[in-house]
Each structure stands twice: as structure tokens, then as C-alpha cells.
């Protein structure tokens, strides 16, 4: 009875325990399923965030691909500009052709205006004094018109022979480019000669600058600066748009400074630095003044 007694006592004060016991493993087991509803929630966050991710490189995916097309359509444009640019010479040479050809038109049309002009200013005078003067002036004036006549003639004749004779069977071009050849070769008297005769020739040509500029150039380079100055002052006089007016003035001044007349050369210098900022030329001028200057500085 005793152990029975026992048994039960035992028993009823083991019971809160269990009881306890059940109760804290019902909180470690809610506990446990709270934290993983909490991991879950944040699975499906973070499953979210990657799928915007996912987004955000597909859409720079797309990008890289419009730029990689835009990247190749440049290179195709490069390539299509290189082989522009590959015909450019050609139709540079076309477009040279052409402009010689022009040039040789329109030289031969003033030979054809000179030679009108020239036959026809004598038929004029006399026309002109026969309209003046009555019937009975004109039979005395014949003889004096026939002299004034034959003075106009000796004179046209008296210009013709200081021309320089033109060569048979040449155009204006191939003369101009012979003499430019001769110069090229060192053969400055040929050059002067055939420049001269195209000037002569062809006083109306877009060219007939360019053979008295080069015409300096010979002087110049046989080192006769007087004959040299002479056709470079010329040149700026008579055609002071020439393309090469800069380069007289440079080779100008630079013939004064071998002469010694340094005061001109770098008033010229100056001038032409001036009118000429941008040229190519106005650099080595600007150089010279920069000698000039300090050569004076030391003589003083």
C-alpha cells in the first residue's frame, strides 16, 4: 500500500513536468515554424529582386546589342568613306582636266579677240573719218588716213616683234608645262623664256600670274634679286588676288635681306603678316622678322 501510495504521489508530481516539458517543445516547434515562414518570406524577396534583376540585364543586353549594330554600321559607313575618299584623286585629275581644258578654250578666244581687235581698229578709225567729213574732205583726207593707217600697222608690227615668238603647233597648256619642267630641271633660262612667251601670249589667262611669279623664281634662284624684285612687284601690282602674292612678298623680302636692305625686308615682312594671317608662307615670314629684329638688336 505503502509503494502504491508512493507510485501515485510520484506520478502526480511528474505529470506538471511532462506537461511543461510538452508545452516547451509545442514553443520550440511554433518558434522553429515562425523562423521559417520568416526565411520563406524572404526567399520570395530576394526571388524578386533577381527577377528585376533578370530584367534590368536583359533590358542592358539589349542595349549592348543596339550599340554593337550602331558600332558596325559606323565601321560599314568608315569603310564606305575610305573608298570615297579613294576616288577623290580620280575625279580631282577629272575635274584639273576639265579646268585645263577651259583654260585653253579661253586663251585661244582671247588670241581670236586680240587678232579682231587688232584688224579691226584701222577699218574702224577710217570708217569713223569718212562719217565726219564730207565727200570732198574725204578724198583729201585718203592719203593722211593711209599714213595713219600704215603708223597704226608699223606700230601693231613694232608689238608684235617685242612679243616673244609663239611656238607652232603648242596650246597654251603644253607651254606653260614645259616651261614649268625646264624649271624643275634647273634650266632657269629655258623657264624664263617659255614663261615669258606664255604671259605674252596668253595675258588673259587664269595662269599668266602664276609664269610671271615664276619667272621671279628663276631670278631668285640664280640669285638675281634685283631682275627677281622686279617681277615679284609685278606680280602683287597686276594681280593683287593671285594665289601667289604671298609668296612673292616672302621671296620679296627674303631677296631685300640677301641685298642688305634689311629695313625694307622687314617692312615687308610686316606687310605681308598683315594682309596675310593665314597663310602658310606668313610663318616663315614671321620667323625672318623675329632674325631681322635680333640682328639689329645685337649690331646696336
Known sequence: MANRLFLRIF???LIPFLLCAT???KKAYELIYQDIQILKQQVLKLDKKIGLHQDELQAIKQQMGEIISLVRALQSQQVSMQEDQKKVPAQYQIVLEKLDGITMQLSRFSADLMEI????LPLLQQVEQAEDSGESQEEEQQPQAADDTGEALQQGEGEEESKSPLPPNLSPQEIY???YADYLKGNFAL???GFKIYQDNFSQSPFADNALYWIGECYFSQKEYEEAISRYNELILNYPLGDKVPAAYLHKGISLTELDRKEEALSVFKLMVSKYPLEE???????KIKELISKNERHQ
Open 11 to 13: 506520478l502526480f508530481l
Open 23 to 25: 508545452q516547451k517543445e
Open 117 to 120: 581687235k587688232k584688224t579691226s
Open 177 to 179: 608645262n614645259m616651261a
Open 191 to 193: 623657264a624664263i623664256d
Open 281 to 287: 608662307e606668313t610663318k616663315i615670314a614671321q620667323e
